[in-house]
């Protein structure tokens, strides 16, 4: 387990032991991809449920993003609350700049064009759940 898993696994634990009420969660952690590097992105949903559905119609005729609704495995913190039954979303991509959290992840390495269409997948997202919640 990685550092940043193991960190997620100790927010899971609390809320639940805390009984916190948690509607979704998006993890935005991992969207280094770098300008002029090729980029295979999609966003993982944890959850196949009309919710799910509609949110995912809203953020493809909205955004250029690539949508599943199946976590893709382990080595990400997200894992943890998809694991644990969380309904949530997160971005990935399959080919990064190499600058994710580093001392070069800075405004200029990233992919401008990409982070708005996270921005607009990410307020769809928050205006279905604040509505339907």
């Not at 998809?82 to 700049?97: I, L, N, P, R, V």
Request: aromatic letters at 8%.
């Amino acid at each position: 387990m990685t550092r940043s898993e193991q960190a997620s696994k100790v927010l899971v634990e609390n809320a639940k032991a805390n009984r916190e009420n948690i509607k979704f969660v998006i993890d935005i952690d991992g969207i280094g991809n770098a300008p002029g590097y090729p980029a295979s992105r999609s966003v993982l949903l944890t959850h196949n449920t009309s919710i799910i559905q509609e949110i995912v119609g809203i953020c493809v005729a909205h955004t250029n993003l690539t949508f599943q609704t199946a976590h893709g495995g382990g080595g990400s913190d997200f894992s943890v609350f998809a694991t644990q039954d969380f309904m949530g979303m997160e971005f990935h991509e399959t080919t990064s700049s190499g600058f994710v959290h580093s001392a070069q992840d800075v405004i200029g390495t990233i992919n401008l064009e990409y982070c708005t269409e996270v921005a607009k997948a990410a307020c769809a997202v928050l205006l279905k759940i604040d509505a339907t919640f």
